[in-house]
């Protein structure tokens, strides 16, 4: 199974769900695309996806939103439970797309990003 956490309205997103569907997943997994947007994680399945991902919940946080400015995100007083939180509360600040397979995620910026997980 391949997820892909995916905003429609956004060019890389939509770039990467095209990579996969029609050059990468060659074996025609079956594929699950979360809007989200829509549905937000919980900051159990955030942590979940962090842990997959391997990097530092900061690197999963979209700084350019203007709502990151307006919360203070930049504080480095905050723990990761409060940036957990904080992308619950408002997706928007997720990084996307976000490509789950065999146990590994990563970040599809650029689409390319998610070549790694299909060889």
């Known amino acids: ?13 939509r770039a990467a769900v095209d990579l996969i569907t029609n050059s990468l997943n060659v074996a ?3 594929i699950e695309i979360v809007e989200y947007l829509k549905h937000p994680l919980s900051p159990a399945q ?3 996806l962090n842990a997959m991902l391997g990097c530092p919940v ?4 979209r700084n ?18 409060q940036l957990y939180e904080a992308i619950e509360k408002h997706p928007i600040l997720m990084q996307r797309p976000v ?5 590994r995620a990563i970040i599809g910026r650029p689409p390319e990003n998610v070549e790694p997980l299909f060889i």
Do not use: A, Q, W
């Not at 199974?1 to 997103?13: A, D, E, G, L, Q």
């Not at 400015?69 to 007083?77: A, F, M, S, Y």
């Not at 490509?99 to 146990?103: A, D, I, K, L, P």
């Open 46 to 48: 955030l942590k979940t």
């Open 99 to 103: 490509v789950v397979r065999n146990g």
């Open 28 to 30: 025609s997994e079956p």
């Open 64 to 81: 350019s939103e203007s709502v990151y400015e307006e919360l203070g995100l930049d504080r480095t007083d905050l723990s990761d439970d």
């Open 1 to 13: 199974m391949i997820t892909i956490y995916h905003n429609p309205r956004c060019s890389k997103s």
């Open 58 to 61: 900061r690197e999963m946080l």
